[in-house]
């Protein structure tokens, strides 16, 4: 076992990435995505819809972005804008 693979958290599935900005964006984007119906859910293999949820995490990532504007890197500025972008445009689809 090397350096990191100490240091990272490990479930029984293997080793956890680094939780970093991007991470994080990311794991709250993939996640609207499951509640979109976009993608099956992980646990189960199904394809469900929450559009209520799917609206309250998209409010997380918008609010995350109003508070965090002037800490972010030009590429996390850049990354959550088009993740924001990306599934506003698929909720409006999805409830239209």
């Not at 469900?48 to 409010?59: K, M, S, Y």
Request: hydrophobic letters at 40%.
């Amino acid at each position: 076992m090397n350096a990191d693979q100490k240091s990272a958290p490990q479930t029984g599935t293997g080793v956890l990435p680094e939780v970093t900005f991007s991470t994080f964006v990311l794991s709250l984007a993939s996640s609207a995505l499951v509640q979109l119906g976009e993608v099956p859910d992980p646990d189960t293999g199904e394809h469900v819809r929450d559009p209520a949820l799917a609206r309250n995490t998209i409010d997380v990532l918008s609010m995350l972005e109003d508070k965090t504007s002037n800490g972010l890197t030009p590429d996390e500025k850049h990354l959550l804008k088009d993740v924001l972008y990306e599934l506003r445009m698929k909720f409006v689809v999805h409830n239209s």
